[in-house]
């Protein structure tokens, strides 16, 4: 076993891919802005500097561990140093932390308070930029910016997009898409994983927070909400849940406090997507026509394909994404049911997601101007507003979902892990009661064969849009051939979401993954055909899997 010295203590360490890892494990926390395990290092901060034997400063992020190496990590010099460097940081940043997006979430902020920076030596930021909000998910505010890289190697690394990156250099450089414009005039997909590495307030998530107060404190509104799968296993990680423990019943008497009407499932809308996507694709299986069927609940990978893809937007399923669906059928049919119009009807989806902001606000998926889903809230921005609406999460007390379209099936539930839709098809086209955990799990790409009627189908999963771009270029070579594919833009699928609780790293969506499965398990009913409420929907509204109606309300088109 190999070993080192951290401040007079012997450690050892295997196969850590540096320094900070070692001393992390160890038990002491550097402080990094720009170090993510799962991002490449880039060593820019320098918070992490620590000291050799021979006083050297060496980044503890981009130094690899040896046998024998003695190091301090919090001597007098360091300490200084890494104050130093805030508040040089400090001197060029917009610090009007009390209205920050950020505030209450900010590492500037939090490290500042815990090195104990009390005065700024050098200066107050003159130069200010203007503030990018021109796109539906997230608020770019150049003047909050660190330059610690993060986003800009998520977006690039991760999603594979790069649409933001360096201009300029030294006191001038900036973090910003191409010729400085705006997130709207880019390929951005909004997918929001650079806010959710981004330590201070310099990209951020559009609150809808201030128009849902509207609506609940509007009396001509019925206020109805739904609730994501992945939701309900991040949320109470802001009052010290562990990731995975789920608190949907619990979110529900939080809404019924605020002033919702009506707290609904969106996996009972997943349900019924498992419906109307399996139809779909046996139909083209039968026809030979458009595969293989990508999946198209994630709107952050709709827009990949729209921008980088066109020849593949026939593969794409054409149903609309289970919240979609959900606003559709509320204000199409459900208002009818309610002798309410649509317009007073107010549907707000709580998802984990920033791009379901982006999907809500599309021309097409709603009536003359009045959306289907009329605004999305993070799981973030919810928890945001139980603390403003000064609820006592301790002290609430479990309410069922209201019906009828509070009820759905495991098949529902999953639809949060990557894998999860594909698995739910699955289960709904084999007809058993059998789980297919052949797509569970964090690798990249996941693939599976069933057979059904005899013939091979062959599933394959991918998760985070780099995955999916290089799946889709072995599609185009023809060097692999699938007949379903499942794809979610954020890495883990929707329970890595932008919009949870930070930070989520691989361990914590894998716990949240399971807090799925496991109320999976406890679910009473598996496969989503057997949802007795999706059921009576066909019998009252759509008639049957692909009717015209069902067309008309559930389905989309895309932009090429
Ligand atoms: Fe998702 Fe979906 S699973 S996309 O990840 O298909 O956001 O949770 O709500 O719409 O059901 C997100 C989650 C979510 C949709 C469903
Ligand atoms: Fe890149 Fe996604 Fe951020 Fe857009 S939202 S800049 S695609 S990481």
């Known amino acids: 076993m190999k070993t080192l010295k951290i401040n007079g203590r012997e450690v050892a360490f295997s196969d850590e891919k540096n320094l900070l890892e070692v001393i992390r494990k160890a038990g002491i926390e550097l402080p990094t802005f720009c170090y993510h395990s799962e991002l490449s290092t880039y060593g820019a901060c320098r918070m992490c500097l ?54 209450g979430d900010c590492k500037l902020r939090k490290l ?157 809308a997943a349900d019924l997507t498992v419906i109307e996507e399996g139809h779909e694709f046996l139909e083209r299986l039968e ?20 921008f980088n893809y066109p020849s593949f937007l026939n593969n794409l399923s054409s149903c609309r994404s289970p919240h979609q669906m959900f606003g559709s059928f509320t204000k199409n049919y459900y208002a009818k049911e309610l002798g309410v119009s649509r317009e007073n009807v107010y549907v707000v989806s709580i998802m984990p997601c920033t791009a379901k902001k982006a999907e809500a606000a599309r021309e097409e998926l709603g009536v003359d101007g009045n959306p289907d ?60 009661h059998r789980r297919f955990e052949q797509v569970r799990g964090s690798e990249g790409l996941k693939e599976a064969t069933i057979v059904k009627d005899g013939k ?38 929707c329970v890595g979401g932008a919009g949870q609780p930070s930070p989520a790293s691989t361990g914590v969506r894998e716990e949240r993954a399971k807090g799925l499965y496991n109320i999976d398990n406890r679910m009473q009913l598996a496969r989503s055909d057997e949802n007795p409420m999706i059921k009576m929907l066909y019998e009252k509204w759509l008639g049957s899997p692909g009717s015209e109606v069902a067309h008309k309300y559930l389905h989309t088109h895309y932009r090429p």
């Open 456 to 493: 091979e189908i062959r599933v394959a999963v991918v998760h985070g849009l780099k995955n999916a771009r290089e799946l889709l270029e072995k599609i185009k070579s023809g060097s692999v051939k699938y007949d379903m594919v499942e794809v979610m833009a954020c890495p883990g699928g």
């Open 287 to 306: 026809k030979g026509e458009n595969l293989p069927l990508f999946t198209s609940c994630c709107p952050a990978w709709v827009k990949f394909v729209e």
């Open 112 to 268: 500042s308070h815990d090195l104990g920076v009390e005065e700024i030596r050098f200066g107050t930021k003159e130069n200010y930029l203007p503030i990018d909000d021109s796109s539906e998910a997230i608020v770019r505010n150049p003047n909050k910016c660190i330059l610690c890289g993060d986003c800009v190697r998520m977006c690039e690394e991760v999603q594979g997009i790069g649409v933001i990156g360096f201009a300029h250099r030294g006191a001038k450089a900036v973090v910003t898409p191409a010729f400085n414009k705006n997130l709207c005039e880019v390929e951005c997909v909004d997918c929001g994983q650079c806010s959710a590495v981004c330590p201070t307030g310099a990209i951020v998530v559009k609150s809808h927070i201030d128009k849902v107060w509207d609506a609940l404190n509007d009396d001509n509104k019925v206020v109805i909400a739904q609730i994501a799968p992945a939701v309900r296993v991040a949320f109470g990680e802001a009052f010290g849940l562990r990731p995975g423990e789920s608190t949907e019943y619990l979110i529900v008497s939080a809404l019924k406090a605020m002033g919702f009407d009506m707290v609904f499932d969106t996996c009972f």
């Open 373 to 432: 889903v009329d605004a999305v809230l993070t799981t973030r921005e919810l928890i945001r507003m139980v603390r403003e609406a000064g609820i006592v999460f301790k002290d609430l007390k479990e309410e069922p979902f209201d019906m009828p379209f509070g009820f759905s099936t495991g098949g529902g539930i999953i639809f949060g892990a990557t894998g999860g839709v594909a698995e739910a098809v699955v289960r709904t086209l084999d007809g058993g």
């Open 50 to 103: 620590v000291e050799d034997k021979r006083g050297n400063l060496i980044a503890a992020c981009s130094t690899p561990p040896r046998e024998g190496m003695e190091i301090k990590t919090h001597t007098k010099r360091l300490l200084k140093q890494r104050r130093m460097t805030l508040e040089l940081i400090l001197a060029e940043h917009d610090r009007d932390c009390t209205t920050c997006g950020k505030n």
